[in-house]
């Protein structure tokens, strides 16, 4: 075999490689990161206050009123968003001050309904369980702090 043809077929294996590679890379789809990170708090205040059978699928109930809530005003803020920033495509800022004062409420809403969400679970615990809820109430800022891009 020759330098010429032995150089040709590594080339040419290195491409199919490379395009295998790239293929690969391009068509696999990665974990769900929204999935993950909402199983992982629930994960987290289910080990640390040592939730029974019975407490965790109530919790479980919490969880789900709290997403629908969140989601719903989350949808409102994005609406009232969507007004705000189309009065700069038509220059009519009669509103502008009262869509701003709209989302700061609804994002004040949100921040109650976590507020109320943590006091439901924290009716949950047992006696024996309120000083880990403390425990766990000082470390709710970093357990939800905002994800990073």
């Known amino acids: 075999m020759t330098k010429t043809k032995f150089l040709t077929i590594g080339v040419v294996i290195l491409l199919i490689l490379n395009f295998g590679t790239l293929t690969f890379l391009f068509t696999k789809k990665p974990p769900h990161p929204l999935k993950f990170e909402q199983e992982g708090p629930k994960k987290i205040i289910i080990e640390r206050l040592g939730f029974d059978k019975q407490q965790i699928e109530k919790y479980e109930l919490l ?3 709290h997403q629908q809530a969140i989601e719903k005003l989350q949808k409102e803020i994005k609406e009232s968003k969507n007004e705000l920033y189309a009065t700069l495509v038509t220059s009519d800022t009669s509103n502008v001050e009262l869509l701003e004062k709209e989302i700061s409420y609804l994002q004040l809403e949100i ?3 976590h507020y109320q969400h943590f006091q439901d679970i924290k009716i ?5 369980q309120l000083i880990k809820f403390n425990d ?3 470390d709710l800022a970093k357990l939800f702090k905002p994800r990073k891009e």
């Open 111 to 113: 921040e109650k309904t």
């Open 124 to 128: 949950l615990c047992k006696p024996n």
């Open 136 to 138: 766990l109430a000082l």
């Open 63 to 65: 969880i789900k009123n």
